[in-house]
């Protein structure tokens, strides 16, 4: 069940589900490039991995900069002359408003993090993920996307045509080795579960180390799922 010897790109990795998914890979022996925005939180997550006895690479980043996101792939062939791991997990709530009250600049962030950048990220890490042996993608989605809601249009759609995205691209690979799919991890405690909930006591939701192995499952060299959204299973 090992990851030795490969490479993990984990986005939206300074924090939550993510920062928990990139130690996973991390213990499992892959070496994990770690993004987000926050400098502090990717240090946070890169020094948990450390202390696990595993190894990082910090790579910050906004994914709202589409050239900066069309960079990554060359720049992960020139380092480590390949990726094996894609976990597409950085997202952004917006503001929970009626469709009609929904500001330029909250789409903006919204499509541009949800949407865009997943696009960016396929288009410039795809390549990479295509020629290595057993290569592996997973997108966290969410249950929106599938049930349209009052209040919940920017975020719900950007999931929603996400996850489009990412089943065509899994069509057009399902004769490759390249294994791609959607994982919606549920309810989870962070800062988005906070946003959506403030007054809810955040130790009755459970943490993102209930779901990041589910993540790292879909990551592994065994896995044959592809095109597929698997949701997380509660123990
Ligand atoms: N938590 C839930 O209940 C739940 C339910 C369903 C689906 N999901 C999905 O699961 C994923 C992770 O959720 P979470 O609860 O772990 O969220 P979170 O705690 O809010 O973390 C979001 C991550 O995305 C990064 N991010 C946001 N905007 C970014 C930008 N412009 N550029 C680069 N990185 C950016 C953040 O890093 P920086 O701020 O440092 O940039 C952070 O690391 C999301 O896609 C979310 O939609 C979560």
């Known amino acids: 069940m090992s990851l030795h010897g ?6 939206g990795a300074s924090r939550g589900i993510g920062a928990a998914t990139a130690i996973e890979l991390a213990a499992r022996g ?3 490039v770690l993004t987000a925005r926050t400098q502090g939180g990717l240090e946070a997550t890169d020094d948990a991995i450390r202390a696990a006895g ?20 060359p720049s992960l062939l ?24 929904i500001l330029p600049k909250d789409w903006d962030a919204v499509v541009g993090v949800n949407l865009a950048a997943n696009w960016h990220l396929i288009r410039s890490c795809g390549p990479l993920l295509g020629i290595a042996p057993a290569g592996r993608a997973v997108f966290l989605t969410a249950r ?4 349209p809601l ?21 069509d057009e690979t399902k004769t490759t080795a390249l294994r791609v799919n959607l994982f919606e991890p549920g309810i989870i405690r962070g800062k988005l579960r906070t946003q959506i ?13 209930t779901v990041a192995p589910q993540i790292a499952d879909l990551c592994m060299p065994q896995t044959r799922v592809h095109g597929q959204l698997i949701e997380a299973v509660r123990g």
């Open 78 to 101: 020139e380092r480590f002359g390949r990726l094996d791991i894609l976990v597409s997990n950085a997202g952004t709530l917006g503001k929970l408003t009626p469709a009609p009250h």
């Open 6 to 11: 490969q490479i993990a790109l984990v986005t």
């Open 144 to 147: 929106q996307a599938q049930a």
């Open 30 to 32: 892959a070496h994990v």
């Open 197 to 209: 909930m403030p007054g809810e006591d955040p130790q009755t939701v459970p943490g993102p180390e």
């Open 150 to 170: 009052s209040f919940w249009g920017a975020y719900g759609a950007t999931k929603a045509g996400m996850e489009y995205l990412v089943r065509c691209w899994a």
């Open 54 to 73: 595993g190894s990082s690479t910090l790579l910050p980043l906004d994914l709202m900069d589409g050239e900066a996101v069309d960079c990554i792939g």
